[in-house]
């Protein structure tokens, strides 16, 4: 059965047609945050011994940038064909949910990955780059890619409206990646905010990502590996339940 | 076996406004079978529920209850089966902004399990007169030939059962001519058409048989002939030059200065123009032609109650007076 193949094939030829905006675009923005935060905290911040705060940043921006474009694949995609009509060529295909959920899910892991590597590659121009435990580093990706591909894809079935799925990933997405020790090991907070970054299960995408390039991080790489695939395992629960279910597809 | 079977389907959505809880019924217990090879005819005015219908055996819509099947495969337990026989082109002229018409055909042929389809693809392209458009960007298309395109992508799987909802809805006479030959054609080859049109002529042209559905139930089913016969068989037609008095015009059908009354014999014929010539009018350009499909759906819709008091009208005026608002 081919059907899901091309399904997956269309969703990644949708961004790559587009590569401008969909990969060059978040790589160029994560090279002005390592430019601009590496050249003014250099010298204020240390986070590990061996290691110079610029080189410490990539795998944090390299991470977010994986995580935010994974998302915004599989919803912006999704509500595009929902408001533009055109998703009724799927609904009347006899691709079944899973078919559905392989292919969305797929393509947004192959777009996160796509520009994580570009952030990499760039990177490498401007700082040192280290990939000490590449296994680690391929299965966080992978994983974190996948979770954010797959909410990507319960917020595109959820949102009617463009505005509706901005709110999601100004009120949602933003504030977790951000506040999930991308620019700072959370070790350098005071305990509340510690605490607080505990909970937040972006952190432990971000610091399993984090160990697999420098082989150090602030919690154990098999805890944030247990964590994450808790945090797959439910969303993707949710996400197959509402496209079996039809939810907002078919009335 | 029917190639499309509609048993006893009913549908009902929550009412657009009224009281919390209250539903609109869009289909009340429709049956009808289509049998393999027709060319079936679905009428009914806006709001009958013909889209519902259509909708729900697409699986784009669940019914409350009832069944529905395609060739024997139910649509909602079997559903893979049911829409591999089926191809629907949508009414509304929709397209996928990032692909050009064969990315898009190729597609669809995917998503059924379809690779290296180029040969079809091309005998659509051919036969739909898009073969010059093949690599353009869906943008760039006009609408009739976006419409086309969406003819084709119903068709990259070759269903046997094809379902056009208002296919020629705002296309030129060109368009609708290429179309009703190449579906003609399918038809001739053993393909079942379900149609469902406003343009009452092109149902009476290429339609067998005819079913018409008024506030979600069937009010007519048989034979395109056999609806034809029914009801008043001629018309008489002429122009007038002036206001018809009420108790004539209760029992004409007017447009403008063109007024129609039925009439089944001589003697009505002089009856009705010596009612004209009291009231003082003249009567011009008069003819007396034989009834169409468009007279006698007017009539099968005016036995089946008033147009005003059907559900579906309602809803529409509440939509309407919610718009105002």
């Not at chain 1, 020790?181 to 952190?203: D, E, K, R």
């Not at chain 2, 869009?26 to 013909?50: C, Q, T």
């Amino acid at each position: 059965m081919t059907g899901w193949k091309m399904l997956f094939y269309k969703e990644v030829l949708r961004f790559w047609r587009v590569a401008f905006q969909t990969v060059a675009g978040p790589v160029l923005t994560a090279m002005l945050y390592l430019l601009i935060f590496g050249h003014a905290l250099e010298s204020h911040v240390k986070v590990y011994d061996t290691i110079k705060y610029t080189a410490f940043l990539v795998p944090g921006l390299a991470m977010m940038s994986v995580l935010q474009n994974a998302f915004a694949n599989s919803s912006s995609s999704l509500i595009m064909s929902k408001v533009m009509g055109n998703l009724v060529f799927l609904l009347l295909t006899p691709l079944s949910y899973m078919n559905w959920f392989v292919a969305y899910v797929g393509a947004a892991v192959v777009r996160g990955l796509v520009v994580g590597v570009g952030v990499f590659a760039v990177s490498a121009f401007f700082t040192d780059i280290y990939f000490v435990s590449p296994g680690w580093l391929l299965t966080f990706a992978v994983l974190g890619a996948a979770l954010m591909g797959t909410l990507g894809l319960i917020a595109g079935l959820w949102a009617d409206k463009f505005d509706q799925l901005a709110a999601f990933q100004n009120f949602v997405v933003m504030p977790m990646t951000f506040l999930s020790g991308v620019f700072y090991s959370i070790h350098s907070l005071p305990p509340f905010w510690q605490t607080v970054s505990n909970l937040n299960p972006f952190f432990y995408m971000i610091d399993g990502f984090r160990y697999g390039c420098f082989g150090v991080s602030d919690v154990s790489p098999w805890l944030s590996l247990g964590v994450v695939g808790v945090a797959l395992a439910v969303v993707s629960t949710v996400a197959v339940t509402l496209l079996r279910t039809g939810y907002k597809l078919r009335s | 076996m029917p190639a499309i079977s509609f048993q006893s389907v009913s549908k009902a959505y929550p009412s657009p406004r009224g009281p919390q809880g209250s539903t609109f019924l869009a289909l009340d217990r429709v049956s009808l079978d289509v049998e393999e090879g027709e060319f079936f005819g679905l009428l009914g005015p806006n709001g009958a529920g013909k889209t519902t219908l259509i909708s729900i055996l697409a699986g784009l819509t669940r019914a409350n209850s009832g069944t529905v099947t395609v060739l024997g495969h139910d649509v909602q337990q079997d559903y893979a089966q049911a829409r591999r026989k089926l191809g629907v082109v949508p009414q509304e002229l929709v397209f996928d902004p990032f692909f050009n018409v064969r990315e898009a055909l190729r597609f669809q042929s995917g998503y059924f399990g379809i690779r290296r389809n180029d040969a079809w693809i091309d005998e659509l392209l051919e036969s739909l007169g898009l073969s010059d458009k093949a690599n353009a960007n869906m943008r760039q298309l006009s609408g009739g030939m976006k419409r086309r395109v969406l003819v084709a992508q119903a068709l990259v799987h070759k269903p046997p059962v094809i379902v056009l909802d208002e296919p020629t809805a705002g296309v030129d006479v060109e368009l609708r001519q290429t179309l009703w030959q190449f579906i003609s054609k399918l038809n001739k080859l053993g393909h079942t058409v379900l149609l469902t049109t406003h343009y009452l002529e092109e149902a009476e042209a290429l339609c067998g048989r005819i079913a018409m559905l008024k506030s979600g139930r069937v009010v007519a089913l048989d034979s395109t002939s056999a609806l034809l016969k029914s009801g008043t068989s001629n018309l008489l037609r002429f122009k007038i030059d002036g206001e018809l008095p009420q108790t004539l015009a209760a029992q004409a059908r007017v447009t403008g200065r063109v007024v129609q009354f039925p009439a089944q014999d001589a003697q009505a014929i002089e009856q009705y123009l010596a009612a004209v010539r009291e009231a003082g009018l003249t009567a011009l350009d008069v003819e007396i032609r034989r009834a169409d499909l468009e007279d006698v759906f007017l009539s099968v819709m005016a036995a089946n109650g008033d147009e005003a008091s059907s559900p579906g009208a309602v809803a529409s005026l509440q939509a309407k007076g919610a718009l105002a608002t």
